[in-house]
């Protein structure tokens, strides 16, 4: 059981350039998400997904698009790096039952130069 | 939407001393508080939660009061020890069909030895 596991740990982006960042998880959950998280602000959700084949916005989406074909899989996207993207990115997925902690992928760092 | 507040933003204690973080909450309609524990470069992961059916968890050394009236809920850690430096992040969730979650900012705790 190896959780939520993000590829890749580590990426730097030319500005422009796109990348797709990995998220699976073996817990049968519904739920996933993906936030952001800079100095001094905490964790920001870019966008959520409730479901195989359902996405929705977060926070603060702009720039970023994602995927979910399949359950266990939550692609995010970023089409034409800024250098404002860079940032620790972590996936997480949860039951979506009432009352149900996350648990979260180990997270890429990404640096957008 | 919901507003989470946390404080303290750094906290330096020293070993075997109590910690106390402290989280407020705007929306009364929330319904679950987790906490999660981040150690430096690594993903967070839940510590503890309390439901707002309850006054106070405990687990070990640590424990989570809330007070639905005040709407605020604190998380303590007892006699400190240097693994519990990390920073530490509280949550609330709003009910819906989409489990609306608001992090708190983060709480930088140092257990000095």
């Known amino acids: 059981n190896a959780g939520v596991t993000q590829t890749p740990k580590f990426r730097v982006l030319k500005t422009g350039q796109s990348m797709t960042l990995l998220c699976a998880q073996d817990m049968n959950h519904e739920y996933m998400y993906w936030y952001r998280q800079d100095p001094g602000m905490g964790l920001r959700l870019i966008h959520y997904?409730?479901?195989?084949?359902?996405?929705a916005k977060g926070e603060v989406p702009d720039g970023y698009n994602v995927s979910r074909l399949k359950k266990q899989n939550f692609l995010l996207g970023l089409e034409s790096a800024a250098p404002s993207q860079t940032s620790v990115y972590f996936c997480?997925?949860?039951?979506?039952?009432?009352?149900?902690?996350?648990?979260f992928g180990s997270g890429t760092r990404l640096t957008v130069v | 939407g919901e507003n989470v507040e946390q404080h303290p933003s750094t906290l330096s204690v020293q070993e075997g001393d109590s910690a106390v973080i402290k989280c407020t909450y705007s929306d009364s309609a929330s319904n679950y508080f987790p906490w999660y524990k981040q150690e430096l470069g690594k993903r967070p992961q839940l510590i503890i939660d309390i439901r707002s059916n309850v006054g106070e968890k405990k687990d070990q050394r640590i424990a989570v009061t809330l007070n639905k009236t005040a709407k605020h809920f604190s998380l303590h850690i007892t006699e400190t020890q240097p693994e519990d430096s990390a920073v530490y992040f509280c949550a609330a969730y709003f009910p819906g069909g989409y489990q609306k979650v608001t992090f708190g900012i983060g709480t930088k705790l140092q257990v000095i030895p």
């Open positions: 997904s409730v479901g195989e084949g359902t996405t």
């Open positions: 997480a997925s949860s039951l979506g039952t009432e009352a149900a902690g996350y648990t």
